[in-house]
């Protein structure tokens, strides 16, 4: 996507205020990865670095679909400030490494999404690190599981957007396993209208889903979840430590969920430690709806134009082809 001229003024007038010193925006750079929001590093004529978050329409490449906007929707997408805001709040509060936010603005038109200036974390990701260095990752990997040891330490009476439950507001659905299944059927059913080999196993797998959703105990605390916590979303600091990024989608949730994607991105031998106490029927509920996720999510994503199109194609291939692996007899 091609930044455009108003937001390009904007993120001029908010640099000068970001990076102080009378430094001048030089040039904008956009990051790679950001697919729901605009991620630009901003560079100053001394070199001096920041990067800014954007939320705007523009800037989203997933085509909009209901329900989008619904904050009660735990598993809604995190779009705006405000989730921002509130996710940064609540893990900095527990001692969560996020970015240092340098400047925010709600209020201009020209990024009716809002805008939020942070901190040039410019080290790799976690990702990056593992592919390039798995042993000089093990300890970046300790201490995410410290961090991951902190956010389920900390119990909610409710689930939801964090930006939600903190508000005093009500999430709607149930139950987060009953939100889950929601989820999960409409995942199938969308995937299944764009792929046969999906479509063939509907019956199974709709009814893997109520069947395990019918064996999952009540639970009536939750625990802080990221939501997509993959390695790409964690980057690597100056001291070794992981900083958590994309955090909108933070939410009061199962610790199972956020167990579940942990374990489809990272390999075993890269994975902090499990924590105790996790339900094995969530579990198991929750990695179908993922898998399902996975598959009907980027393939609705290459309706766009979304740039890094094989790569999102595999992703969809190779998690179907595991949603169909539950279900084999």
Do not use: Q
Request: include cysteine; glycine fraction near 8%.
């Amino acid at each position: 996507m091609r930044l455009g001229a108003a937001a390009r003024e904007r993120l001029a007038d908010a640099a000068r205020t970001a990076l102080g010193g009378g430094r001048r925006l030089e040039a904008v750079v956009r990051v790679a990865g950001g697919s729901r929001k605009g991620v630009y590093r901003l560079v100053a004529d001394d070199g001096t670095t920041a990067v800014a978050y954007l939320w705007d329409a523009a800037e989203n490449y997933w085509p909009a679909a209901h329900g989008d906007d619904d904050l009660t929707d735990p598993l809604s997408p995190g779009l705006g400030l405000d989730l921002f805001e509130a996710a940064h709040a609540r893990l900095d509060a527990l001692g969560v490494k996020v970015p240092a936010v340098r400047f925010v603005d709600r209020d201009d038109t020209r990024c009716p999404g809002g805008l939020a200036i942070v901190e040039d974390l410019t080290g790799e990701t976690l990702e990056e690190l593992l592919a390039r260095d798995p042993g000089a990752a093990a300890p970046v990997v300790a201490r995410l599981g410290e961090a991951l040891e902190a956010m389920r330490r900390h119990r909610a009476p409710a689930y939801g957007k964090v930006a939600l439950v903190d508000g005093g507001g009500t999430a709607r659905g149930s139950s987060c396993e009953a939100v889950v299944l929601d989820r999960a059927l409409r995942d199938l059913t969308e995937a299944a209208s764009r792929d046969p080999r999906i479509a063939r196993a509907l019956d199974r797998l709709a009814e893997r889903l109520l069947d395990l959703t019918a064996a999952v105990r009540p639970r009536a605390e939750y625990a802080v979840v990221h939501g997509e916590l993959g390695p790409d979303h964690v980057r690597v600091d100056a001291d070794g430590d992981p900083v958590l990024i994309d955090i909108e989608d933070t939410m009061y949730f199962d610790a199972e969920w956020e167990h579940v994607f942990l374990r489809i991105r990272l390999r075993e031998t890269h994975r902090p430690p499990t924590a105790p106490g996790l339900d094995e029927t969530r579990l198991a509920l929750y990695t179908l709806a993922r898998r399902l996720s996975l598959t009907a999510g980027p393939l609705r994503l290459l309706d766009g134009d979304f740039p890094d199109r094989a790569a999102m194609a595999s992703i969809a291939e190779h998690n179907l082809g595991e949603a169909l692996a539950l279900v084999r007899d």
